[in-house]
């Protein structure tokens, strides 16, 4: 089972663990850019919502996920390639059935242009709410 020191090394290029999972969350789910794209999985309702997250109310899992999939999260936002990592798990935070991609977005757009038809490794950062 993944935890969050397998989280924290996908995301050690931005400094930290849960800082840092906490401020990619909200960046990626409070974006306005986000919510004018996708109105209806970024409500004002939904964003307001967003907790903090930490160990007391996540839990880590992996998933394979085909590379539409991830690219489909990503976005069709142009981004700079190639990306700084290309072998590591993607990091998706999952909140109220949705899924949020806060770390992989250049390899996503890298597998996409190549046409690669592999499964990919993902960790899901599931938020539990009581």
Partial sequence: ???IADVSEILQNHNGNYCTLNRLWLKHHKSAGWR???PDRYT???????????KGNI???TERRTT???????????RPLPPEKD????????FRSNDYLIDG?????????ENNQDMHDA????????
């Fill in 1 to 3: 089972m993944a935890g």
């Fill in 123 to 130: 960790y899901i950062v599931t938020v539990i709410e009581n």
């Fill in 68 to 78: 539409a999939d991830l690219y489909d999260l990503a976005g069709s936002t142009p």
């Fill in 59 to 61: 839990t880590i899992t």
């Fill in 44 to 54: 004002d309702t939904m964003v307001l919502a967003a907790p903090e997250l930490n």
């Fill in 36 to 38: 004018k794209m996708w």
């Fill in 87 to 94: 072998n590591t798990p993607v990091v998706i935070v999952r």
């Fill in 105 to 113: 977005g250049k390899r996503c757009t890298k597998w996409h242009q």
